[in-house]
Every structure is written in structure tokens, then in C-alpha cells.
């Protein structure tokens, strides 16, 4: 196999090459004065197990038509088979039509991925796991939520802390995160408002009292859900917070927000590059590898 990491996952591409002991090839990368993408393999992918690694968190377009220009070449010169590394997927929450007439961007993405005839395609804690079940190619859905924990259990000694979840859809992401650390779990019940995208959080009775507690999200995009989920584990009396998430997109000054608000640490990983990416998933994405490639 020959990894290809492309210009927005370019650390991770060669973390993961590094445990594989395989090949890495960087792409030539440039921008036109209009602001279009350039890409170039730099070197043979013909008849090649190629592996492309990109995410698309922000700035999603461009990292997206990048992503979609190295599919599309890697077919064209013959490629024998291509995996697509794609540990944050742009455009995947818009699940649904809520409102008439609104896109369902997920849906958009599975047929680009499906017209390109991507080969397999690996995702991490994609946001719902029953959406991509419509994506009409083998796909695995990976979770960082275990490396995550363990993080939280061995570097910041939280031993049997709270693991709380700021909706329920977040719900078996603290399922998964309490084996590890050994103490209960729960969650918030979040409203968001459609048109203002306000959210609101229900009263709920989770017993956090005197305990350390961590709030486990898929994401961060604005920030705005962790901040009120900050706020209801302080009105509970939780004696610390800890934020953690799979993919800190941390628009704006949410990290500050976040930190103002009470929490002691946030901390993500590098399924998007960011300052709080401090755990990463290259070993998960290796073993992924090892076991498609039996290598
Ligand atoms: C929502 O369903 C997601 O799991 C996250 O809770 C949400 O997308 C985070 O967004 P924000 O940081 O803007 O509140």
C-alpha cells in the first residue's frame, strides 16, 4: 500500500505511514491566484493499493474538492484500489430535511464518494452511524472515543470520573467512555433551535455532585453546546469538568469560551489539527490498514 496524505491531513498521513512502515508519496500542492486547487502525485500510483488520508474540517470546500480532485486522479492513472482516509466528514450533520426544502449535504457526499468509485472508506466517530449505512461502498465507521478515555484515565488521572453526554445522541459515545473509566454515566437533553441555532438544555438529574466529570462530544464546532453542558455540571455541583471531543473544529474563540466558562482542559484529536489535538488516532488508523491490507 502507498499512503498519500493530503495538504489538510499531512502530520497524521505520515504518523500512520511511520507505524506501517509503509510507503508515503506527498502530493505537489498549490493554489491559483483565484483561489482553485492544485494537486500532483509526485510519483508512480499506477496498479498501487493507494491510501488517501485528508479530513475536511475547515475550511471543508476546499479541503473537500481536494479531496475529491486525489480520488478522481489516483481512478484515472489507474489506481488498483483506493481507500480514502477521511477522519472528519464534511457536511455529514445535515442528516435530514427539518425544514423544506433544505439540502441533506450527507446525502451529497455519499454519491460524490459512490460517482468517484472509491474502493473502501474509513471515517472516525462519523456523526451518525445509521446515515452512513446509506453510503453504497464498504465503509468503517472507526471510534477515537477508547484512545480518548484512556487518555483522560492514564495522563490526568481521572479513575472512575463522570462521563456525561450533552444530548442524547451523544449517548453511546459515554457509554463506551464509562468501561473505561470505570464511573456512571448520563446526559443532557439539548434543543436546538433550527432557524437561530440557539440550543437550549432541558432539566435533567444527573448525579454529579463532588464528582470529576467529562464531557464527551463527537465535536466542537461553535462551542456552544460544551459551554452549556460547562454550566449545568456546575450548577449540579460537580467538583471538576473536563472537556473531550473526537473532532475540535473550535471555530472562533469557542476554546476560551469553553475554558472561561470552568473547564479545567479540552482535549481532542488530530482527526482535525488543532491546539487542543492532543491524542492521536494514527495507531487506530494503522490497525484499520493492518487488517484490510493484512499487513
Ligand atoms: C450535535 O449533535 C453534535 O454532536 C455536537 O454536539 C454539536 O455539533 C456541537 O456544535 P457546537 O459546538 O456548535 O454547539
Known sequence: MIIVPGPASTDLGLK??????????PVEYKRFPDGESYLRFTEELENENVVIVQTTGPPQDSNLIQLLLMIDAARDINAKS????????????????????????????????????????????????????????????????????????NKLNL????????????????????????????????RRDRVTGKISVDLVSVNVKGKDTIIFDDMISSGSTMISATNTLKALGARSI???????????????????????????????????????????IAEALRRRFRV
Open 16 to 25: 500512520i505511514g511511520h507505524l506501517l512502515k509503509a510507503k508515503v508519496i
Open 82 to 153: 483506493i481507500t480514502t482516509v477521511v477522519p472528519y466528514v464534511a457536511y455529514a450533520r445535515q442528516d435530514n430535511r427539518f425544514r423544506p426544502g433544505e439540502a441533506i449535504s450527507s446525502k451529497t457526499m455519499f454519491k460524490l464518494f459512490e460517482s468517484l468509485r472509491v474502493d473502501h472508506f474509513i471515517t472516525v466517530n462519523f456523526h451518525s452511524s445509521d446515515i452512513l449505512n446509506l453510503l453504497r461502498i464498504p465503509h468503517e465507521n472507526l471510534s477515537a472515543i477508547p484512545s480518548l478515555a484512556d487518555y483522560m484515565l
Open 159 to 190: 479513575i472512575g470520573a463522570f462521563s456525561l453526554a450533552p444530548d442524547e445522541g451523544a449517548k453511546k459515545i459515554v457509554e463506551e467512555s464509562s468501561r473505561i473509566l470505570g464511573g456512571e454515566y448520563g446526559w443532557l437533553k439539548k
Open 242 to 284: 473536563y472537556v473531550a471531543c473526537v473532532h475540535p473544529l473550535l471555530i472562533g474563540n469557542s476554546r476560551e469560551r469553553i475554558l472561561m466558562e470552568g473547564a479545567l482542559k479540552i482535549v481532542g484529536t488530530d482527526c482535525i489539527q488543532s491546539p487542543v489535538s492532543i491524542v492521536s488516532i494514527a495507531p487506530l
